[in-house]
C-alpha cells in the first residue's frame, strides 16, 4: 500500500489541545491532510471526545495488554500501517517511544516540547525552565528519535518569561504558539519541504526562518 505523506496518525494521552489544533487546520483549510486516527493509552484522554466529536477513529491500546513495550509499539506501528498512515504526530503522548514504531516511520514521527530544546528536556518543561530562571522560553517541534526530546529540530517559537510568571500563566503563553507551530510544522512535511541533514531540518522554499513564529512580539498578550 502506498504511504501518503499526508494521512496522519495521532498519539495523545490526555486533554489533545495541540490535537484539537490540528483538526482546525485541517477544517478551515490551512492544512492540507487527513487525520486518519487516534491512538491514545489513556481510556479518560479527552482528546477521545475531541475525535469523536469530528468522527475520526480512534483505538486505546493500554501497555500493559502486551507482552514487552517493544511489543506495545509494534502493535502502534502496524494500526498505523493499516491506515496508510504516512507522518505520525505525538500530541502529548506521554511515553517514550520504542524502536519498533521508530524504525516503522523513520523521520516521520514528530513531538511538540514545551520548551526552547535542548533546554529543559523531559517532563514540566515549563516549570523547569521558571525554575530555573531563564528569561525567555517557548517551545519546539522536533522529529523523534530514540533518546528523550532529541531528534531534529523542525520550528520553535519563543515567548518571554514574565515576572510573577507561574507554571500556569508560562504553560498558556507557551501553549498558544503549540498551536501555531504544530500545524505549520505539518504542513511543511506534507508539502514535501522539510529536509534533514543529519540533525538539521531545513525548510525549502522559504524566507527563513518566519520571523513571524521564531520571534512573535514580545509583549504581555
Ligand atoms: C503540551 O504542552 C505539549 O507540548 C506536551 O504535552 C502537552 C500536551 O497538551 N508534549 P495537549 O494534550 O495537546 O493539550
Known sequence: MSISVSRLGVLASGRGSNFQSIIDAVKNGKLNAEIA??????????????????????????PDEYASKDDFFRNIASELKKRDVGLVILAGFMRIVKKPLIDAFPNRIMNIHPALL?????????????????????????FVDEAMDTGPIIIQAAVPVLNGDTEETL??????????????????????????????????????????????????E
Do not use: W
Open 171 to 220: 504553560s498558556e503563553r507557551i501553549l498558544k504558539l503549540e498551536h501555531k507551530i504544530y500545524p505549520e510544522a505539518i504542513r511543511l512535511f506534507s508539502e514535501g519541504r522539510l529536509e534533514i541533514d543529519g540533525r538539521i531540518v531545513r525548510i525549502k522554499d522559504s524566507v527563513s526562518p518566519d520571523n513571524s513564529l521564531v520571534n512573535p512580539p514580545l509583549k504581555n
Open 118 to 142: 535542548p533546554a529543559f528536556p523531559g517532563l514540566h518543561g515549563q516549570k523547569q525552565a521558571l525554575d530555573y530562571g531563564v528569561k525567555i522560553s517557548g517551545c519546539t517541534v522536533h
Open 37 to 62: 486516527v487516534l491512538i491514545t493509552d489513556n481510556p479518560s484522554a479527552f482528546a477521545i471526545e475531541r475525535a469523536k466529536k469530528y468522527g475520526i477513529g480512534y483505538i486505546i491500546m493500554m
